[in-house]
């Protein structure tokens, strides 16, 4: 099990299991969310993330498997 938290602190993450998919993304709209060339992001069952705080969940584009990027954005310490 592994835990994360954002730089404040009021949003945090249990992760009760490790990740299925570890990737580097450079498409167009990870580089317009992040202002960065490429993001490295890790991905999670549904059912292996536990959030406490209030998080915003942006669905942003096809992930060229049949589903969609969901990544999880606390704008309070931002």
Do not use: W
């Amino acid at each position: 099990m592994a835990e994360a938290q954002c730089l404040c602190g009021a949003l945090k993450l249990t992760l009760r299991e490790p990740s299925k998919l570890v990737v580097a993304c450079h498409c167009v709209a990870c580089q317009r969310r992040t202002a960065k060339p490429f993001i490295v992001g890790a991905f999670y069952p549904v059912n292996a993330v536990e959030i406490s705080g209030e998080a915003t969940e942006f669905v942003h584009c096809e992930d060229g498997l049949g589903g969609t990027k969901r990544p999880i954005q606390f704008t309070r310490c931002e």
